[in-house]
């Protein structure tokens, strides 16, 4: 079975500008998560999918980021324009809500750094 | 608010010892508590998890034990081998929307 996959693995840009971050889950994965972790630390939920409904975005800074999940498979986080404090890795993660819903299955993640 | 306290920051123990890991949580309501393994330029990696109904766990060399009494809960490994080398997460549910407290994480060394 194929896992999670991310792209881009690393994006460096400059503040102000916008970037985006796409995610494949694992086939027939319904629960799809967006995570930020910074350096030295665990990571954060920005939001949660279960098919293509946003059932839990309270954590997402909803003035620059934005998310969607077309279909209810892939998706894509979007930020713009970055700012500094955008730095971190940007990991996706997804589970099987019938079978475990808190076995979540992470992919590489996206190191994005804002200069 | 809800928090997962990680203790030690970093370990670092002799290939072949012991090493043991702890975390305490703050939210009563919590039932789910996993331990997830994360290597430089991966994701983070579920190893191993418990439930509150269970108070021990084990997996070959990994075993999880939970006091719910005491909101404790710790990851014991053994015969530790230069592959454990990683940093590692403990997490505790929140609520009913499966979400997930994360502790800070232990970069735990295997000196060989």
């Known amino acids: 079975e194929a896992g999670v996959v991310q792209s881009p693995r690393y994006k460096i840009i400059e503040k102000k500008q916008p970037v985006a971050f796409w995610c494949n889950p694992i086939s027939g994965h319904n629960t799809l998560y967006w995570y930020r972790q910074n350096l030295g630390q665990g990571p954060e939920l920005l939001i949660r999918?279960?098919?293509?409904?946003?059932?839990?975005d309270s954590q997402l800074p909803k003035d620059r980021f934005s998310a969607e999940r077309l279909k209810g498979v892939d998706s894509t986080l979007k930020i713009q324009p970055a700012e500094l404090g955008d730095s971190a890795v940007y990991l996706c993660a997804s589970s099987l809500l019938k079978r475990d819903p808190y076995e979540q299955y992470f992919g590489p993640g996206t190191r994005l750094t804002v200069t | 608010g809800e928090n997962v306290e990680q203790h030690p920051s970093t370990l670092s123990v002799q290939e072949g010892d012991s090493a043991v890991i702890k975390c305490t949580y703050s939210?009563?309501?919590?039932?789910?508590f996993p331990w997830y393994k994360q290597e430089l330029g991966k994701g983070p990696q579920l190893i191993i998890d418990i439930r509150s109904n269970v108070g021990e766990k084990k997996d070959q060399r990994i075993a999880v034990t939970l006091n719910k009494t005491a909101k404790h809960f710790s990851l014991h490994i053994t015969e530790t081998q230069p592959e454990d080398s990683a940093v590692y997460f403990c997490?505790?549910?929140?609520?009913?929307?499966?979400?997930?407290?994360w502790g800070a994480g232990t970069k735990l060394i295997i000196k060989p």
């Open positions: 939210d009563s309501a919590s039932n789910y």
């Open positions: 999918y279960e098919n293509e409904e946003a059932v839990d």
């Open positions: 997490a505790a549910s929140k609520g009913s929307n499966y979400q997930l407290i």
